[in-house]
């Protein structure tokens, strides 16, 4: 039974860090490619980050230079660093697979205020 379990958001001020992981199991996490995905109050979910099984990352433009994806394989453990965070970042955070096959998880709530 495939779970992705995300965890570490919170409340935080613009300009603050966050740092969120996923547990996730079931999968063949060290040959999966990854991705984290967030959806924003009455939008789509999008991409924001994918790290591949070599370990080779991507990130969306809104993103790239505050966020980074990295990855434990032993621990079969998905991670984000957020940081220079801004209101635009509030959204709830999602990890699957790089193109999403699984359920998604509960998703963890990042929210951006002063």
């Known amino acids: 039974q495939v779970q992705l379990v995300e965890s570490g958001g919170g409340l935080v001020q613009p300009g603050g860090s966050l740092a969120l992981s996923c547990a996730a199991s079931?999968?063949?996490?060290?040959?999966?490619?990854m991705g984290w995905f967030r959806q924003a109050p009455g939008k789509a979910r999008n991409l924001v980050a994918t790290?591949?099984?070599?370990?080779?990352?991507t990130y969306a433009e809104s993103v790239k230079g505050r966020f980074s994806i990295s990855r434990d394989n032993d621990k079969n453990t998905l991670y984000l660093q957020l940081s220079s965070l801004k209101p635009e970042d509030t959204a709830v955070y999602y990890c699957?697979?790089?193109?999403?096959?699984?359920?998604w998880g509960q998703g963890t709530q990042v929210t951006v205020s002063s």
């Open positions: 079931g999968i063949g996490f060290r040959l999966a490619d």
């Open positions: 699957n697979l790089k193109v999403p096959m699984y359920d």
């Open positions: 790290i591949t099984s070599a370990g080779d990352t």
